[in-house]
């Protein structure tokens, strides 16, 4: 298995750990669309469309997969990193890594936000319930969560 496969498998079950679930209507019935790396899975009671990316960090980057993947895997095993250091270590130009770097911490301030609203935060793989796309990394000095406030609207829904 190549790494872009192996990174979307490993987001896959970060996001979906119990297999597809339709961030508008959580129903786990769905039709693959397209045979590209990052297919499009439409829900099969509600229609509604999304990819692994959408509402994510990743969404609309032109990174690859793999590049996410060592930039989270890099974030989780250190004290923070900056842009000079990321691009070093995970191969990506100093403009990509400094993008990538912005992208986490406005999810961390989204997360911060909702959590506000929430009350509570169950620290780990999964937070926020099925709509955040959160994986392991450095989150400021509590050392938790993070990544990727999920952006499927669900409004209402908490
Ligand atoms: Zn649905």
Redesign the pocket.
């Given at each position: 298995m190549d790494k872009q496969s192996r990174a979307y498998q490993y987001f896959y079950r970060q996001r979906w750990p119990s297999g597809f679930e339709?961030p508008?209507?959580?129903?786990t019935g769905c039709y693959t669309i397209g045979t590209r790396r990052n297919p499009l899975y439409q829900?099969a009671?509600?229609?509604?469309q999304t990819s692994l990316t959408a509402g994510t960090v990743m969404e609309k980057s032109r990174t690859s997969l793999d590049k996410w993947l060592a930039a989270v895997e890099l974030l989780s095993s250190s004290y923070g990193v900056n842009a000079v250091q990321l691009s070093a270590r995970i191969g990506v130009s100093h403009k990509t890594a400094w993008l990538m770097l912005r992208a986490f911490r406005r999810a961390i301030h989204r997360l911060e936000e909702e959590r506000q609203f929430l009350g509570t935060v169950h620290a780990g793989l999964q937070v926020l319930g099925p709509y955040f796309f959160i994986t392991h990394a450095l989150y400021r000095r509590e050392r938790v969560i993070l990544i990727g406030g999920s952006m499927d609207n669900r409004t209402g829904k908490a």
């Open positions: 339709c508008r209507c959580g129903y829900c009671l509600c229609r509604h």
